[in-house]
């Protein structure tokens, strides 16, 4: 498998008040062609930032995004635009990314039009195919977002990603509003495209749950750093930094897969404000078992078996 994309020390900041909210500070990982990359990790901690500012729709502050063998910096505005065809993104809520006013056989056309791609029959041929891809009946074409449920509103938005044929797909928790059962449907389309079309995603969830089942690696994202990264099975196996430790012993309280669930162990202690971090570990304050050097010096990530790193002074 090639690469697709290298993520190099990508940093994204933002001003509030007169402090600086560091919401993703420093990441670093690659993608391959047809590969999936779960990043976890709780509320706030960066995560939909880090996707956005990959496809660029952040202005990165520091760092490089290699896309396909190009640097996206060193594009103007037209070949960065000619780019973002390969480059699509899913958003947890399918209803609010989808406009209102157009009937979703529009809202699939709709990027086909901005990007001048074929005539007006070739493209409702398009629309029609993809979804049929999806699978929701041609026959709903002139339906609009509210007609359809939750799920059906999910695979109408997938459609929508899948129109300009992308690479690389960033999904931001897609099925997360998604009742249980449900999940599990979108789930499946989406691996089956993967299949189908050489798809590569960055997937995007709170819980480890979704995640192990669609990842082929995992990267667990802790207050705009990434903690913990490696091939999924590497990282169950060894859940060396105790943050994946705590998300492995949580399971949502709804279990999308059916399964029994096991307790939520919470962890005590204080999260750091993002405005004003410490200057160690960021996870030092929620750690159940810190070292003297963990509220001074920040771990680097440490390679601890191949391809699987770890930022934690006990590693
Ligand atoms: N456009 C923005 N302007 C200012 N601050 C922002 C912006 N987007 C995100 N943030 C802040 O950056 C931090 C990271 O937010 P982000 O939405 O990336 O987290 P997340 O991991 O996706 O969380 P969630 O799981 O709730 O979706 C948060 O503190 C958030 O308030
Ligand atoms: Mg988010």
Redo the contacts with the bound molecule.
């Keep these: 498998m090639s690469e697709l994309l290298k993520v190099e020390d990508v940093k994204?900041y933002?001003?509030?008040g007169n402090k600086i909210?560091k919401?993703?500070d420093g990441v670093s990982f690659t993608l391959r062609s047809a590969e999936t990359l779960g990043l976890v990790?709780?509320?706030?901690?960066?995560?939909?930032?880090?996707?956005?500012t990959i496809l660029r729709l952040?202005e990165p502050d520091a760092g490089r995004v290699v896309f396909d063998g190009e640097e996206l910096s060193s594009l103007n505005k037209e070949e960065l635009r000619i780019k973002r065809r390969h480059m699509q993104i899913i958003f947890?809520d399918p209803l609010a990314s989808l406009n209102p006013q157009m009937s979703i056989g529009q809202a699939i056309e709709d990027p086909l039009v901005i990007h001048g791609i074929s005539s007006a029959r070739e493209r409702k041929e398009r629309v029609a195919e993809l979804l049929k891809i999806v699978d929701i009946s041609p026959e709903f074409i002139n339906s609009f977002p509210y007609e359809f449920s939750g799920g059906q509103q999910q695979r109408i938005g997938i459609a929508r990603a899948l129109a300009l044929n992308p690479k690389f797909i960033v999904c931001?928790?897609p099925v997360s509003a998604l009742d249980v059962s449900i999940q599990a449907q979108v789930i499946a389309l989406l691996l089956e495209l993967r299949e189908r079309f050489n798809l590569s995603y960055l997937f995007?969830a709170?819980d480890l749950g979704v995640i192990k089942y669609i990842s082929d690696r995992i990267a667990v994202?802790y207050q705009?750093q990434i903690v913990q990264i490696g091939p999924k099975e590497e990282v169950f196996k060894n859940p060396a930094h105790p943050y994946t430790q705590a998300l492995i012993s949580s399971v949502p309280k709804i279990p999308w897969n059916g399964k029994p669930t096991r307790h939520y162990k919470t962890l005590k202690g204080e999260v750091p404000s993002?405005i004003d971090l410490p200057p160690g570990c960021r996870f030092c304050s929620r750690c159940p078992i810190p070292l003297p050097i963990c509220g001074e010096i920040a771990p680097e990530g440490k390679e601890i078996s191949t391809g699987h790193w770890v930022a934690c002074h006990r590693s």
């Design positions: 994204k933002f001003p509030r909210l919401a993703v990790g709780e509320s706030g901690s960066g995560k939909s930032t880090l996707g956005r952040h947890q931001d928790e995007i709170h994202m705009g993002p």
